[in-house]
């Protein structure tokens, strides 16, 4: 398809594309996913006397502020990458989905240092509830995010083809959808984890 | 898809930003507070909920998008209010 083609919308039932409404189908078990680990987190952490949450000082409140920024950064990024193809412009589009890309990565490597750091000072998956807790919903967390990542390759990728235009850019926007879900789930999970 | 028209400008996700990392850092200073856990979570609930309504709004694009999403949406945040509603009860049993 060239990249000036005419938009491929079909009508349906809903008025929305069956893409776009699959996505917010997904991302609504995510919400459902996500919090019924957080509720279970939160009643945990108020009443279980086995909880065993570690001492502030070892949760690396810094290096997670930092990753907080991160994310919300790639956010930015996402939200260029679409206006950039809005605009017709398919370079603008790779560009910044590599920042994306490059700013999810950097959020993944700093995790993966402070997990490091975390597993040394004693905080562990099997340890304690909050040990278990945190990797579950943090390493899920991940594994969300590195599914953007290449979420952003695949659509990296049919824009090279050619495939997005001004007209026609729907996959764009549902990885935008998807990349700001993520930082959505953080934006709840950091606090929790680190603040409280 | 949300047309163009209704998209917010790059002003405004511009300040949409600003004001999430003002809301994390804010987030942040308050933990640094000598407030109980249960005034914290109070507080860090309030500054998440604006966080999570920004995102939605803006960059989720669920102010101009068809109610079908916003109900499904709905749906599930109910869904997940009401397993921590039925969670919360059994908070006392560990101490009984």
Do not use: C
Not at chain 1, 148 to 174: D, K, M, P, T
């Amino acid at each position: 398809m060239s990249a000036t083609a005419a938009p491929r919308m079909n009508s349906t039932y809903t008025g929305i594309p069956n893409g776009k409404l699959g996505m917010w189908v997904f991302l609504a078990s995510e919400v459902m996913l996500f919090g019924a680990l957080l509720s279970s987190y939160v009643v945990l952490a108020m009443g279980s006397p086995n909880f065993g949450r570690p001492d502030p000082a070892l949760l690396g409140k810094p290096l997670a502020t930092v990753n907080t920024f991160v994310l919300l950064a790639s956010s930015g990024a996402m939200v260029m990458a679409l206006s950039s193809i809005q605009r017709g412009l398919v370079a603008g589009l790779l560009k910044w989905l590599a920042v994306a890309s490059g700013l999810g990565l950097t959020f993944i490597s700093i995790k993966a240092f402070e997990y490091q750091h975390k597993i040394e000072a004693g905080i562990r998956l099997s340890d304690n509830v909050f040990g278990s807790f945190y990797f579950t919903l943090t390493g899920l967390h991940l594994l969300h995010l590195a599914g953007g990542i290449l979420f952003n390759g695949y659509i990296a990728w049919r824009a090279v083809e050619g495939r997005y235009s001004a007209g026609h850019h729907e996959r764009v926007e549902y990885a935008g959808l998807y990349w700001h879900f993520v930082d959505l789930i953080w934006v709840v999970l950091f606090p929790l984890l680190y603040l409280v | 898809m949300v047309p163009h028209g209704n998209l917010p400008s790059t002003q405004t996700y511009l300040k949409v930003f600003v004001g999430l990392g003002i809301l994390t850092a804010v987030n942040v200073g308050l933990s640094y507070l000598p407030v109980s856990y249960q005034t914290g979570l109070g507080g860090m609930a309030l500054i998440v909920t604006i966080q999570s309504g920004l995102i939605a709004h803006f960059l989720l694009h669920l102010r101009g998008e068809n109610r079908v999403v916003s109900y499904a949406m709905m749906a599930a945040l109910f869904l997940t209010v009401s397993l921590l509603g039925t969670l919360i009860p059994d908070v006392g049993i560990f101490h009984r």
